[in-house]
């Protein structure tokens, strides 16, 4: 503990590169050999569970491995084996929210992913995504998912546009401008349907990679939107260095807009820069007839949420988008009339 405390200590100053000054951040897990564990594997993942426990804790402090965080992690381990069956027995789906413009006419459609796990119902992607990205599985479920929206896109009668989530672990891993013009071939979707939707995250990782890459994307002739946007770092420098075709406004501040002046004064803003950087604003998580007012008057051009429509199977919107499938239902009850 005494070594921990001076490690965290000597980090914590600043380091002078150069004449600037940088600072290193430092967590640290610590676990006993051999009253915590007396095998390589199993100390490593006690430190590593310690670890956890540390930046969860706000980083830069150490922390001991307790038993509890085992358990945590081993249902954290059967989640991971649960995800791994789950994408091919067929568990996980994509439900589909509508995006409307001002005049209400749909634009487009977000596919957002639904896991119902056979005993404990339906998991939340905000549960089950980290564990995706942290195992890596999400290369995998993220492929599945652009495959299933696109083929799905590419079945309507309605070219409306298709909103696909995008991990910043995709884009470290693998390649994938290949992985999405393979998968626009295979599907035939008109590229400039497909809009993939991504953090500020997949940027500050790794600035001049991740802007190689959407740039490769973006000669694939796919739309790319920043989602989330004005909760992370919100650098502008990131939407100087690459030319976004979409901001979304995150629902954090659509759902202040009559609670908060400060957020009316941030929105206007945000729509004020898209307009100066040729970017379409699209205002998420729009629940009342309020908000859906002020947004359109402020210029947004186009908005989502559980007041427009919630994430439902497509069947629900199957009118929306003109999908075979309805067509031919109707068609068949008609028939038996
Ligand atoms: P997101 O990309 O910001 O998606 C919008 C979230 O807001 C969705 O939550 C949606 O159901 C919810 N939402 C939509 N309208 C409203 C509204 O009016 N009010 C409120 N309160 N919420 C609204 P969901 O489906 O639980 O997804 C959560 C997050 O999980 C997504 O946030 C996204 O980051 C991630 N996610 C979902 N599907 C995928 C996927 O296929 N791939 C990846 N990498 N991430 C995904
Ligand atoms: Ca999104
Ligand atoms: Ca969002």
Redesign the pocket.
């Known amino acids: 503990m005494e070594l921990a405390d001076r490690l965290l200590a000597t980090i914590a100053d600043a380091f002078d590169v150069e004449g600037r000054a940088l600072r290193v951040g430092l967590s640290i897990g610590i676990t006993f050999f051999p009253d915590d564990a007396t095998d390589v594997a199993a100390l490593l993942s006690n430190a590593r569970a310690a670890l956890d426990r540390a930046r969860a804790d706000g980083r830069g402090v150490f922390r001991m491995f307790e038993a509890n965080m085992d358990r945590k992690l081993r249902e954290r381990r059967a989640l991971e084996q649960d995800l791994r069956s789950a994408l091919a027995s067929g568990e996980l789906r994509l439900h589909y929210q509508p995006q409307v413009n001002v005049s209400g006419e749909i634009v487009g459609f977000e596919a957002l992913i639904r896991w119902c796990h056979k005993e404990r119902g339906t998991i939340p992607p905000a549960e089950f995504i980290p564990v995706a990205e942290e195992s890596g599985l999400i290369v995998s479920l993220g492929e599945w998912v652009l495959r299933q929206a696109c083929r799905e896109a590419a079945s309507w009668a309605k070219s409306v546009q298709i909103g696909v989530n995008l991990s910043p672990v995709q884009f470290r891993q693998g390649d994938l401008p290949s992985l999405v013009h393979q998968i626009l071939l295979e599907t035939g979707l008109n590229p400039n349907r497909l809009e993939l939707?991504i953090t500020e995250s997949v940027l500050f990782d790794d600035l001049s990679r991740a802007s190689s890459i959407l740039r490769r994307l973006k000669s694939l002739g796919v739309k790319i939107a920043l989602?989330?946007f004005g909760t992370g770092y919100s650098s502008l420098s990131y939407l100087q260095s690459f030319p976004f075709d979409k901001i979304?406004i995150?629902?954090s501040f659509v759902g202040m807009i009559q609670k908060n002046p400060q957020t009316v004064a941030i929105i206007r803003a945000i729509v004020g820069l898209g307009r100066g950087l040729s970017m379409d604003i699209i205002a998420?998580g729009v629940e009342t007839l309020e908000q859906l007012t002020f947004l359109s008057e402020e210029g947004c051009h186009a908005l989502q949420g559980y007041l427009i429509g919630r994430p439902h199977p497509i069947e629900a919107y199957a009118d929306e988008v003109g999908r075979p499938a309805a067509m031919a239902g109707i068609a068949a009850r008609r028939r038996t009339r």
């Open positions: 939707e989602d989330d979304k995150d629902k998420e």
